[in-house]
Each structure stands twice: as structure tokens, then as C-alpha cells.
């Protein structure tokens, strides 16, 4: 298969540095990753060739930032996860809410789009704590007992959910929930470009919000392409031992 039939998020799993390219064109190659590459460049209006030229140019730089966690445990993976992007959610959140409320009062009379991303900001924040909450409380620690069980040749943990498919769709329901809360954000400023009348809180709030969705990319990318289908896999191969 060539690389432009590819889906997006398998060209992410088997070459991480590609991602960063994928974000600098605003191809989503987590929750919308099984599109072919050429059908998601033509989506965008993007040309095919400039954007395999960046891909090619992204393999061939040993990009040692983008780590690849495909030979992680899932384990691993969740520390990573929890440490890394659960940590920047909860840390960077109220900071955003703190800039979107003031630049909603000062410039939302004049760019009424501002009031709309402080009030999407709210609904954000309220569904990805909660979202945290619940994987952290009941999604990650089944994930992990299901892997020591395997390593100590034990037996399935028990669920209170039936099977571990039920709460990941719902986890891969909200990534998509908050994913379309972000595009919406991105599309009412125009690409978070700043108006000419904008106030250093108002340019860092969007700069804020492009970083924050380039980071929800990256972690739904974790979830939604590695842990949960790996997760999947185990509890299967674990249900059919019994």
C-alpha cells in the first residue's frame, strides 16, 4: 500500500514524527484517523504532494521528541497518559477559562465568536474533567489489573462494566465530543488568528487554545490507536482462557 492510500492513523502508529506534521496542516489522525491520506487532503483543499514532501522530510529527521510507545506495556501507556496529558489538561484549563472570561467581557461586544469559545471553554472543561475522572477511576486501573493478571498467569479481574469495549466507546464518544467542541472553536476565529484590535490576553488565549488542541490530538491518538485496542485484544485473550 502506498503511503497516500494509508489511513492517517496508521501512518501516526508505525512513524510518530509524522504527527507533528499532520498538526501544522490540521489533519486529525486520531478521532477522524482512518481516512486515506489523499482523501483527508482533499477534504482540506491541501496539496497531496507538499504534504508527502513534509512527511518525508519529518521520517528522515530522527525526530527523537516524538516518542513511539507502540512497544510499551499498558502499563506504561497509562502512566504516560495520566502524567502527561491528564497533568496538562487539569493544569491548563483554568488558565484558559481565566483568559477566555475576560476576553469574552472586553471584546465580546465587538466579536460576539469570543463569547461563544468562553462558553464552549465551560462545556470543555466540565466534560473533560469528568472524562478524566472516569478513566482514571474505573477505565485504567481494570486496564492494568487485566495486564498483571496476564503476567502473573491469572485469571480476568472483574468488571463492573460486562466488557471493556462498553466504557471505551463511550471514552472514544467523548474524545470526538470534545475534538468537534475544538474544531468549532478553531473555525469561529479563523484558524485562532487574532483581529487586528486584539489585547496580549485575547492572542495568548488563542495561542493557548491552538496548543491545547494540538495536545488533546496527541492523546486521543494514545487512547483511541493504542491502549484501547490493545486493551480490547487482552480481555479477549484473557475471557477465552477461562
Not at 14 to 36: K, M, W
Not at 72 to 95: G, M, N, S
Not at 208 to 229: I, M, Q, S, T, Y
Amino acid at each position: 500500500m502506498t503511503l497516500f492510500d494509508s489511513t492517517l492513523r496508521s501512518i501516526a502508529l508505525e512513524q510518530p514524527a509524522t504527527i507533528r506534521v499532520f498538526e501544522s496542516f490540521h489533519l486529525d489522525y486520531c478521532c477522524g484517523g482512518n481516512r486515506p491520506l489523499a482523501a483527508a487532503c482533499a477534504e482540506k483543499g491541501l496539496d497531496l504532494q507538499t504534504v508527502l514532501t513534509a512527511l518525508a522530510a519529518a521520517t528522515g529527521a530522527n525526530d527523537g521528541a516524538a516518542k513511539d510507545f507502540s512497544k510499551a506495556t499498558l502499563t506504561e501507556l497509562i502512566r504516560h497518559i495520566v502524567e502527561t496529558h491528564h497533568a496538562y489538561v487539569r493544569d491548563e484549563l483554568p488558565r484558559l477559562l481565566s483568559m477566555a472570561e475576560k476576553v469574552a467581557r472586553k471584546h465580546g461586544p465587538v466579536h460576539p465568536e469570543f463569547t461563544q469559545v468562553e462558553r464552549q471553554l465551560q462545556q470543555l472543561a466540565g466534560e473533560l474533567t469528568a472524562h478524566l475522572e472516569k478513566e482514571e477511576a474505573i477505565l485504567f486501573p481494570y486496564i492494568v489489573a487485566m495486564e498483571a493478571s496476564r503476567t502473573n498467569a491469572g485469571s480476568a479481574p472483574h468488571a463492573c462494566f460486562g466488557t471493556v469495549g462498553s466504557p471505551i466507546q463511550m471514552m472514544i464518544n467523548e474524545h470526538e465530543a470534545a475534538g468537534a467542541l475544538l474544531e468549532n472553536m478553531r473555525t469561529s476565529t479563523q484558524g485562532f488568528t487574532p483581529p487586528s484590535d486584539a489585547c496580549p490576553t485575547l492572542v495568548g488565549l488563542l495561542h493557548g487554545v491552538d496548543a491545547f488542541e494540538k495536545d488533546l490530538h496527541r492523546h486521543v491518538h494514545l487512547e483511541n490507536n493504542l491502549l484501547f485496542p490493545q486493551a480490547i485484544a487482552l480481555e479477549s485473550e484473557m475471557l477465552a482462557a477461562r
